[in-house]
């Protein structure tokens, strides 16, 4: 459009025959142009209040020429923002950018009761300052336009008006504010304008340090949005309910198989201890989650606009982030024993007495949750849906090193069952499918559990590996709400699917513990055999025993008689075949 308006003036000039002096430029008339007072700042943004020549009067206006100028200032005043570690004197820069689009007017009397405004054009020199003390100014101001940035002034042609001085050629001297900012400088500050959704805070006042949970781009005062947006609200809320729903379901039947092999067990095998300890934990993780979305995700995880929850400021992500270590990091340590019980159960040995395996990991575990709690390091962070550690060489130092270890400990395990089963195969047929009846099922939940956590700690170590990038992407999401695309800005982050799944595998144990052994028949025998159910069965389902005739009791007694012949001989036999079978999750006690 500039173009077109300066192809327009060039050729009434040229038609005209005016030469044009050097240092000058030449303007359009606009008849229905006027020199309005300032209409001032918006009442929620200040721009050009205290940085206009005059305070104001006599700005050059046009039908919303003000309105649209203050939308143009707005997105100038964004785009400096980011430029304060690459350009100085941006305070002069911004008096230059007011006195741009809310051009002084002149008013120019053509009779007396005809007058026409005129605007004065920024000057070339001013401009030059500009441009040389932040060079990116450049690409938004071209200094060399004679037209838009004369050195001296622009010439107007008012013969269509009736004026005739001059050859009806009337000159505005430029604007220059300078002598105008020297004067008031001193009392006016940058304005620094964050484009939405960022948050503009003070860096500088204790209330929103850093370290209390703001995220700054620098080298503004800026914060990025809670919870970033590093994918859109639909994804967002898919993976929130996914956690909703998972979460409450794992919780439930974790519950259920702690009931069932813990408490109402009469007899408590190892194998059933691990699964109490290993599903009590799970059971742990998805309180979590309960707690979370009791109260709110993003009540809890950005309790005011820009901030993350803080486990100093916000004591109930500390505590659940506790309950999360607490969970996650027993739930590791319990399927490394897990794998370790049934290789002594291949195996046939006696290694470690199960106190051992108990008090080891309940102490690593609290431990490493009062360091973390000692050292203020739980946190909602960035792009997450739930409190934890999110300082990296405490998450890798308490949880990801012991992770780590656990997962070889556990891998040595699996390979080495394995290796027992083929040996066994080579020696007999029956003996290998004794085996695999006895421990097809542990295993496969071993290698399942180790299999999920080998996924989390191969996702955890790229995002750290790939993290460096993903902050310096952010110049990126910045330049795009700069631009004011009309398609939605997102950070760069992880990509949804895999970051979904590794929130998926975390909540999906519960679910998969109780599929594996709250559905078998230990569990159903269980519960049979429980004398509350025992009695919950028998008053839903009375027993009636009829009465017998005299007539009948002398042939009642044979057939008894003869039925505990047989119930003895099938309990020899049944004896027999159990002393072949190894009843699932009973396989050892390591005592």
């Known amino acids: 459009m500039k173009i077109l308006i300066i192809f327009i003036i060039f050729i009434i000039s040229y038609i005209s025959g005016f030469e044009i002096p050097k240092g000058f430029g030449i303007g359009l008339v606009i008849p229905d142009a006027e020199c309005l007072n300032y209409i001032g700042d918006p009442i929620d943004q200040q721009l050009c209040n205290s940085k206009l020549q005059n305070n104001g009067d006599r700005i050059y206006t046009t039908t919303n020429s003000q309105i649209d100028s203050q939308t143009n200032i707005k997105k100038s005043f964004e785009a400096i923002t980011f430029l304060q570690d690459q350009c100085k004197d941006l305070l002069f820069a911004q008096f230059g950018i007011c006195d741009i689009y809310l051009a ?3 008013e120019v009397t053509l009779t007396p009761l005809k007058s026409i405004s005129l605007p004065q054009r920024f000057c070339k020199s001013v401009c030059d300052r500009m441009v040389s003390n932040c060079p990116r100014l450049e690409e938004q101001m071209d200094c060399s336009n004679s037209f838009l940035f004369p050195e ?25 504010p300078t002598i105008f900012f020297n004067q008031v400088s001193s009392n006016s500050s940058f304005i620094e304008i ?8 003070n860096s500088s006042d204790p209330e929103y340090a850093a370290n209390k949970g703001y995220s700054y781009l620098s080298p503004s005062n800026c914060v990025l949005p809670c919870p970033v947006p590093n994918y859109s609200n639909q994804k967002w809320d898919q993976l929130l309910t996914m956690s909703k729903i998972l979460s409450t379901i794992s919780f439930i039947l974790s519950l259920y198989n702690v009931l069932t092999f813990g408490i109402i067990n009469k007899k408590v095998s190892d194998p059933h201890k691990c699964t109490c300890f290993f599903s009590g934990s799970i059971a742990l993780v998805n309180l979590c989650d309960i707690i979370t979305y009791g109260i709110g995700y993003e009540e809890l995880l950005c309790p005011e606009p820009g901030r993350s929850a803080k486990q100093q400021l916000d004591p109930v992500c500390g505590l659940t982030g506790a309950f999360f270590h607490l969970g996650i990091t027993y739930c590791v340590l319990w399927s490394m024993t897990m794998g370790l019980v049934l290789y002594c159960s291949v195996k046939r040995q006696k290694w470690f007495k199960f106190n051992y395996f108990l008090i080891g990991n309940t102490t690593f575990t609290i431990t490493t949750v009062v360091i973390a709690a000692a050292t203020s390091k739980f946190e909602a962070g960035l792009g997450s849906i739930e409190c934890w550690i999110r300082d990296r060489w405490y998450a890798i130092s308490l949880f990801w090193i012991p992770c780590g270890i656990a997962l070889l400990i556990g891998s040595f395990c699996i390979i080495a069952v394995i290796h027992e089963v083929y040996k066994t195969s080579k020696k007999s047929i029956s003996n290998r499918n004794d085996l695999l009846q006895r421990e097809l099922k542990p295993l496969l939940i071993v290698i399942f559990i180790s299999g999920s956590f080998l996924y989390l700690f191969i ?27 009309q398609e939605e800005c997102f950070t760069t982050g992880p990509s949804y699917v895999p970051y979904f799944l590794f929130y998926l595998v975390i909540r999906w144990f519960g679910i998969i513990f109780f599929l594996f052994y709250g559905t078998s028949n230990i569990a159903r025998k269980i519960w049979v055999q429980n004398k509350i159910w025992k009695s919950i069965s028998s008053s839903i389902s009375p027993k009636s025993t009829p009465k017998s005739s005299p007539k009948n009791s002398d042939s009642k007694i044979n057939s008894n008689s003869t039925n505990n012949n047989n119930m003895i001989l099938n309990d020899n036999n049944d004896k027999n075949l159990n002393e072949k079978k190894a009843v699932e999750l009973e396989s050892i006690k390591i005592n």
């Open 194 to 201: 964050c484009p939405s959704p960022l948050l503009l805070k």
């Open 459 to 485: 996702f955890f170590f790229d995002i750290e590996r790939k993290f460096g990038g993903y902050r310096s992407a952010v110049e990126d999401y910045v330049l795009c709400l700069l631009n004011g695309s």
């Open 152 to 176: 001296i002034g622009t010439f107007y042609d008012l013969s269509p008006y009736g004026y005739t001085i001059d050859n009806g050629t009337f000159a505005v001297p430029c604007s220059d």
């Open 104 to 106: 002084p007017c002149i």
